[in-house]
């Protein structure tokens, strides 16, 4: 079993950045591709980053490219999304969620999730 909390969220104006950081339980963590997704009011929950367990491969969504970054630190069982240059659209519930597959951007792939923290971003 894997838990997962997410932390960092928060208020921040168009342009600004934040850090999301996720924290996982569990002997497996270290075995597990992470995924960040996001879900604003009235839309479905869409993917956001994703990495593979040991970190070496990385996948944005294109609505994330250049932007953010996801990294993870296995020895801390953590896994961060960095955001730049935020905008009114990047306002949304953020989730972490894990999943022993290959790095993939589909939902239904992942078997954990956190319960997610708020991002607002101001215009």
């Known amino acids: 079993q894997v838990q997962l909390v997410e932390s960092g969220g928060g208020l921040v104006q168009a342009g600004g950045s934040l850090r999301l950081s996720c924290a996982g339980s569990?002997?497996?963590?270290?075995?597990?591709?992470m995924g960040w997704f996001r879900q604003a009011p009235g839309k479905e929950r869409e993917f956001v980053a994703a990495?593979?367990?040991?970190?070496?491969?990385?996948y944005y969504a294109d609505s994330g490219k250049g932007r953010f970054t996801i990294s993870r630190d296995n020895a801390k069982n953590t896994v961060d999304l960095q955001m730049n240059s935020l905008n009114a659209e990047d306002t949304a519930v953020y989730y972490c969620?894990?999943?022993?597959?290959?790095?993939?951007?589909?939902?239904?792939?992942?078997?954990?999730w956190g319960q997610g923290t708020q991002v607002t971003v101001s215009s």
């Open positions: 969620a894990a999943t022993p597959q290959w790095v993939t951007a589909s939902r239904g792939d992942y078997d954990y």
């Open positions: 990495i593979r367990w040991s970190g070496g491969i990385t």
């Open positions: 569990g002997r497996t963590f270290s075995r597990l591709a």
